[in-house]
């Protein structure tokens, strides 16, 4: 399994300027992949210019939306917007799509929530095909979600699944129901399956505050998210252990703290 890091885009007040110089850090260090989160009705910084500007300064690391939320955008804007990632990363990129679970984010892009599902379905038959919107064929796309739609979803248009998060065993559960609307569309071989967790080593108040601030949209449940934050080498292997063992193929850990340090610390406590 691989392990990929997060890039603090979506941490309120985290300075541009040393996303860029984390991503940096990220490809000289032992990371599979720079991941990015996708939110609208918040302090963050959007996740295709922060792939945009990571691929910059990197040569070696790949990119990935864990996840971007179509049904925001326009389809034209959303294709060109990944092809144009992609290209500039010199084709490291994974694009990961689902709905959104914040209504908050459709109502400031003054967007429909209603159907959302479906648009995104025409909008990852869009890409797929191609036609007049620049992304490459062989573009690798993940689908994002926890309900029988998304599965299904992703098993008609892309490669493989990413999770949302969660101990192991919810991954896999979700990565169960993945490979069981593969096999229904009779579709070969197996789907990619893409998970990811939150860490803080050192200063986890603070990070567990980021945690309950930015999932305050599900109430108490923020309280379990916050819970599952690691906040020590030993739970980060564990962690990994766990998801390698339920068959993740690569594991994006995303920061909930925006410190230098903590890229480092991710990378010894892998080691």
């Known amino acids: 399994m691989d392990v990929g890091i997060g890039l603090p885009n979506t941490i309120p007040g985290t300075d541009g300027r040393f996303v860029v110089e984390w991503a940096r850090r990220a490809d000289a260090g032992p990371f599979s992949t720079l991941g990015v989160l996708d939110r609208l009705a918040y302090d963050a910084i959007d996740p295709f210019a922060a792939l945009a500007a990571a691929a910059g300064v990197t040569e070696r690391i790949g990119l990935a939306t864990m996840i971007a939320i179509g049904p925001l955008r326009n389809t034209a804007l959303l294709a060109r917007q990944a092809a144009s990632v992609d290209a500039l990363s010199g ?14 984010d459709y109502e400031t892009a003054e967007v429909d929530h209603r159907g959302r599902g479906a ?4 909008q990852l038959a869009a890409i797929r095909d191609g036609d007049g919107l620049g992304v490459r064929e062989d573009l690798r796309v993940l689908v994002g979600g926890s309900v029988g739609p998304a ?7 892309a490669d493989g699944y990413a999770h949302n998060g969660g101990p192991p065993r919810a991954f896999e559960r979700a990565a169960s129901s993945a490979r069981a609307a593969w096999s229904d569309l009779g579709r070969p071989g197996q789907p990619l399956l893409w998970g990811q967790g939150y860490f ?20 108490p449940f923020a309280e379990k ?30 920061p909930t703290v925006a410190g230098p340090e903590q890229l480092e610390r991710l990378a010894e406590g892998l080691a």
Not at 91 to 104: Q, S, W
Not at 151 to 157: D, T
């Open 91 to 104: 084709e490291r990129l994974t694009l990961g799509l689902a709905v959104g679970a914040r209504l908050d």
């Open 119 to 122: 648009k995104l379905s025409e």
């Open 151 to 157: 599965f299904a979803r992703m098993a008609r248009y």
């Open 200 to 219: 803080a080593l050192g200063d986890e108040e603070m990070g567990d505050a980021y945690l309950r601030d930015y999932y305050a949209f599900t109430g």
């Open 225 to 254: 998210i916050a819970a599952g934050n690691l906040t020590s080498p030993r739970a980060i292997r564990d962690f990994v252990r766990g998801y390698e063992e339920a068959g993740c193929d690569e594991l994006i850990l995303f």
